[in-house]
């Protein structure tokens, strides 16, 4: 690791110099580029420094200690042991900042969830997802934009597509994917008998133009009379809006704004998010595995959360993390389950003996 440390060393040194070059800084677009590189190897040349530091203190107190005696002894050996101690420490620090960083970290979030199994009960359990995580991407202060729903007879969701910017939407919220599952009384059951029902949670990170590149030949585009609320206009104009895209077969459609070209414009959002993902996908065995285990059946055996009323809880059986504060989980209070993910994450990251920074 200390070898690799150093040649991280070198390579920010270099891009110091960069940074003060002056054709660099008359070029926006490697500007960019390398300060973003620059920002990423800073808290690795930090520890790493303060490490290299310690290191030599250690090495200067033993040195000292062959000619000590008495108090100046005392003190050399307890400025080793202090400093070995911290070295220790500094180490397990390197070791977590050298493991390889999320390629769409800083992204935003394009977030899907669908009523799955469980009819009318499902559709009601997807819009308390929907609220749960726009309750903490409040907490977070990231900012939510509803892209398109569709409601269902009772006030919940068939389907919700939104939007979640934030610097690091992608870090917490990639942990979400998958079959959610509820156990309660539904408002819909007169005998009181608790039932299982499923909503499923799909995350994908937003993709520009740089990241997707679509020809406009390869889309079908229609529009259509919007159907439901969306105001006075909704269903006299042909404001709704179809995509196809016809190499892939996504099709996207938008119907919530009352202009075409905003509904145009969050279609082209969400499939060049889907054509993204599906493009990692294919290049990635790994991700396609993930993808499934992210979306699956929707089925009740299919799960990567459950969310049981009757005992407070709230389990992510991925990692057999429990928590028994189910109503402050739903309302928003999610970072405790995500940090244990995470925590996970790093863990088996660091038992694979971990990676070079990318």
């Given at each position: 690791?200390?070898?690799?440390?150093?040649?991280?060393?070198?390579?920010?040194?270099?891009?110091?110099?960069?940074?003060?070059?002056?054709?660099?800084?008359?070029?926006?677009?490697?500007?960019?580029?390398?300060?973003?590189?620059?920002?990423?190897?800073?808290?690795?040349?930090?520890?790493?420094?303060?490490?290299?530091?310690?290191?030599?203190?250690?090495?200067?107190?033993?040195?000292?200690?062959?000619?000590?005696?008495?108090?100046?002894?005392?003190?050399?050996?307890?400025?080793?042991?202090?400093?070995?101690?911290?070295?220790?420490?500094?180490?397990?620090?390197?070791?977590?900042?050298?493991?390889?960083?999320?390629?769409?970290?800083?992204?935003?979030?394009?977030?899907?969830?669908?009523?799955?199994?469980?009819?009318?009960?499902?559709?009601?359990?997807?819009?308390?997802?929907?609220?749960?995580?726009?309750?903490?991407?409040?907490?977070?202060?990231?900012?939510?934009?509803?892209?398109?729903?569709?409601?269902?007879?009772?006030?919940?969701?068939?389907?919700?597509?939104?939007?979640?910017?934030?610097?690091?939407?992608?870090?917490?919220?990639?942990?979400?994917?998958?079959?959610?599952?509820?156990?309660?009384?539904?408002?819909?059951?007169?005998?009181?008998?608790?039932?299982?029902?499923?909503?499923?949670?799909?995350?994908?990170?937003?993709?520009?133009?740089?990241?997707?590149?679509?020809?406009?030949?390869?889309?079908?585009?229609?529009?259509?009379?919007?159907?439901?609320?969306?105001?006075?206009?909704?269903?006299?104009?042909?404001?709704?809006?179809?995509?196809?895209?016809?190499?892939?077969?996504?099709?996207?459609?938008?119907?919530?704004?009352?202009?075409?070209?905003?509904?145009?414009?969050?279609?082209?959002?969400?499939?060049?998010?889907?054509?993204?993902?599906?493009?990692?996908?294919?290049?990635?065995e790994e991700l396609s595995a993930e993808r499934r285990s992210q979306v699956g059946?929707?089925?009740?055996?299919?799960?990567?959360?459950?969310?049981?009323?009757?005992?407070?809880?709230?389990?992510?059986?991925?990692?057999?993390?429990?928590?028994?504060?189910?109503?402050?989980?739903?309302?928003?209070?999610?970072?405790?389950?995500?940090?244990a993910l995470a925590a996970d994450q790093r863990a088996r990251q660091l038992a694979?003996?971990?990676?070079?920074?990318?």
């Open positions: 690791m200390l070898e690799r440390l150093r040649l991280v060393n070198d390579e920010f040194e270099i891009l110091e110099r960069q940074l003060s070059d002056p054709e660099v800084l008359a070029d926006p677009s490697q500007l960019r580029t390398l300060s973003k590189r620059y920002a990423e190897l800073g808290p690795v040349i930090e520890s790493y420094r303060r490490h290299q530091n310690r290191q030599g203190d250690a090495d200067a107190a033993r040195e000292m200690l062959d000619g000590a005696s008495g108090d100046e002894r005392e003190l050399l050996v307890a400025e080793i042991e202090e400093a070995t101690a911290e070295i220790a420490d500094l180490e397990n620090e390197l070791r977590e900042l050298m493991l390889p960083s999320d390629p769409h970290d800083g992204k935003n979030v394009i977030v899907e969830i669908r009523g799955a199994e469980g009819g009318e009960e499902a559709n009601l359990f997807a819009r308390d997802l929907y609220e749960m995580y726009s309750a903490y991407a409040s907490g977070c202060r990231w900012k939510v934009t509803l892209l398109s729903t569709s409601l269902s007879d009772m006030g919940g969701f068939n389907d919700v597509t939104f939007e979640v910017r934030g610097d690091t939407a992608w870090r917490n919220l990639k942990f979400e994917g998958g079959p959610h599952r509820v156990q309660r009384v539904p408002v819909t059951e007169s005998q009181g008998r608790i039932h299982t029902s499923s909503a499923t949670v799909t995350v994908m990170p937003e993709a520009d133009e740089i990241d997707v590149q679509i020809d406009d030949r390869d889309l079908e585009i229609d529009v259509f009379r919007a159907s439901g609320p969306g105001g006075q206009s909704v269903n006299t104009t042909d404001s709704a809006v179809r995509i196809t895209h016809r190499p892939t077969g996504v099709v996207v459609s938008m119907q919530d704004e009352r202009s075409q070209l905003q509904n145009k414009a969050r279609a082209m959002l969400v499939l060049r998010a889907r054509l993204f993902e599906l493009a990692e996908r294919e290049r990635n059946g929707g089925g009740r055996s299919e799960k990567i959360r459950t969310y049981n009323y009757k005992e407070n809880r709230v389990t992510d059986h991925r990692i057999g993390f429990t928590v028994y504060r189910l109503a402050a989980v739903l309302a928003g209070d999610l970072q405790v389950v995500i940090d694979e003996g971990g990676a070079e920074t990318s």
